[in-house]
């Protein structure tokens, strides 16, 4: 069951505790390799993950892996904008990362959103938040034009779910056409960048073609 916080102190206060647990848990011989990525400067992930910020999708968790083993890069829709395509370029060019995961999710929100103003134009958003969801839009919209055109009646938890697969594939698609350095490796088959979809319910990740 959840904890129920219901103030930003006692958020703060869970941290810490929570850092006190996890600096304490390294003194434990079982957790050398734990302690070894954590306290050292070995830094050697072997897989970028773009992914949503969303709570419910932690990378290291959902792929069972340990500190330093993922180079996680994480933004509302998992969106690709300067800031990240140079994050990716960093971690390919610092470890040699040679594998980039954008990894989209089941019921996103910031889909969602996109949905919501392709459905209800006066739905309004912060300045800020609308500019996810303007980067979202393109690949949501492709699909709202298909429906509107044959007519039909926009099923909204239908477009969700395919809208979530095509912002990820815009997504993959922007990684490698929207940096030379990156387009360079992938041509050289030096990197590879695809995309996957993680399911809330199930806990499975499909990887899309």
């Known amino acids: 069951m959840q904890t129920i916080v219901e103030s930003a102190e006692q958020a703060l206060q869970m941290l810490k505790e929570g850092n006190a647990r996890f600096v304490e848990s390294l003194k434990n011989?079982?957790?050398?390799?734990?302690?070894?990525?954590?306290?050292?400067?070995?830094?050697?992930?072997?897989?970028?993950?773009?992914?949503?910020?969303?709570?419910?999708?932690?990378?290291?968790?959902?792929?069972?892996?340990s500190l330093g083993d993922l180079f996680v890069i994480r933004v509302a829709g998992n969106v690709v904008a300067p800031s990240q395509i140079g994050s990716v370029e960093f971690a390919t060019e610092k470890f040699g990362t040679k594998l980039v995961v954008v990894l989209g999710h089941s019921h996103c929100g910031a889909v969602t959103a996109c949905v919501e103003t392709l459905i209800n134009p006066e739905q309004y958003f912060s300045p800020n938040l609308q500019s996810i969801v303007d980067r979202i839009r393109p690949s949501v919209y492709n699909l709202h034009e298909i429906y509107t055109a044959g007519g039909q009646a926009v099923d909204a938890d239908e477009l969700v779910a395919r809208g979530?697969?095509?912002?990820?594939?815009?997504?993959?698609?922007?990684?490698?056409?929207?940096?030379?350095?990156?387009?360079?490796?992938?041509?050289?088959?030096?990197?590879?960048?695809?995309?996957?979809?993680y399911d809330l319910k199930t806990g499975k990740v499909a990887f899309l073609k």
Request: charged share 20%.
């Open 29 to 65: 011989p079982n957790a050398t390799l734990l302690a070894s990525n954590a306290l050292t400067d070995v830094h050697d992930p072997y897989a970028i993950i773009l992914g949503c910020s969303d709570a419910r999708v932690p990378a290291e968790i959902i792929f069972d892996q």
């Open 164 to 197: 979530i697969k095509a912002n990820v594939r815009m997504s993959v698609s922007q990684l490698k056409h929207g940096s030379r350095a990156l387009e360079d490796l992938v041509d050289a088959g030096r990197l590879l960048i695809i995309g996957a979809v």
